[in-house]
């Protein structure tokens, strides 16, 4: 679930992970015309008092390209570090289920944790934990679905 830079106001907004996931590349290999396809996302951000807030996305696209998802629901909270007397700090959990289109995934859920801290006005550091678990079609009675833990850190500049 990455995030766009947060902006100067105590609660940051996020953005939804990208739902097609097909190159550039890849999608120049494909013969015939090219045409426009249809894709919507709600996004609801909610500041409740001066230390939390809520969030909650939706986005659906429809499955004539070939793309790993179709849809994305998503929500969670965050909390500024007004508490521990750091209010530019950020504390962060999520929840994406995301719904397969039409490749191989089925569906997948995502759980997520992080904690953006400025180092000034222009840099930030985030560090971010995430649980993912796949459920792919079935091809071999045998195949397990792929599931695991992602952990991060992304630096932020904003000029």
Not at 23 to 28: D, E, V, Y
Not at 45 to 67: H, K, M, P
Request: charged share 20%; proline share 6%; with cysteine.
């Amino acid at each position: 679930m990455p995030r766009l830079p947060a902006s100067k106001s105590r609660i940051p907004t996020r953005t939804p992970s990208r739902i097609c996931t097909t190159s550039t590349a890849k999608l120049a290999q494909v013969p015939g015309e090219n045409e426009a396809l249809l894709a919507w996302g709600l996004s609801f951000d909610q500041a409740i008092g001066e230390s939390f807030g809520l969030f909650l996305r939706f986005g659906w696209q429809n499955t004539d390209a070939e793309v790993d998802y179709r849809a994305l629901y998503s929500g969670g909270f965050n909390i500024t570090g007004n508490a521990w007397r750091r209010p530019d700090d950020n504390i962060g959990i999520g929840y994406a289920y995301l719904e397969g289109g039409n490749t191989d995934v089925n569906r997948s859920n995502v759980f997520e944790a992080y904690y953006r801290a400025p180092l000034n006005d222009s840099f930030a550091i985030t560090a971010d934990v995430q649980y993912m678990d796949d459920s792919l079609e079935q091809v071999d009675p045998l195949q397990e679905n792929p599931e695991g833990w992602i952990f991060g850190l992304r630096a932020v500049a904003e000029f």
